[in-house]
């Protein structure tokens, strides 16, 4: 069974930046994708972004496209979610996310408690 811990949420102004960490336990990950969701307040979780073990495959969502970095490193279990040029709208329940395979979409394997951002306009 994995296990994910997010960290790094808060509260930021517009234009601001965040770093979300996750760091994963219970398991060995090779082979896994790891990444990030999203559920802002009425709203679906919907996809951030996940990147595969090997690092060849990077998937972002398109709205986070050239405002959000995914990394990731396998020695420490960790995945990095850097967050530039924040927008109100960025505001959500950040949820750490595993899943077997290249990509993390449709869903995970398996998901973190959250961590909140909120972005002040």
């Known amino acids: 069974q994995v296990q994910l811990v997010e960290s790094g949420g808060g509260t930021v102004q517009a234009g601001g930046s965040l770093r979300l960490s996750c760091v994963a336990s219970g398991g060995t990950l090779r082979s896994y994708a790891m990444g990030w969701f999203r559920q802002a307040p009425g709203k679906e979780r919907e996809f951030v972004a996940g990147?595969?073990?090997?690092?060849?495959?990077?998937d972002y969502a398109d709205s986070m496209k050239g405002r959000f970095t995914i990394s990731r490193d396998n020695a420490k279990s960790t995945v990095y979610l850097q967050m530039n040029s924040l927008k109100p709208e960025d505001t959500a329940v950040y949820y750490c996310a595993v899943r077997y395979g290249l990509v993390l979409t449709p869903t995970a394997d398996y998901w973190g408690q959250g961590t909140q951002v909120t972005v002040s306009s």
């Open positions: 990147r595969d073990w090997s690092g060849v495959r990077t």
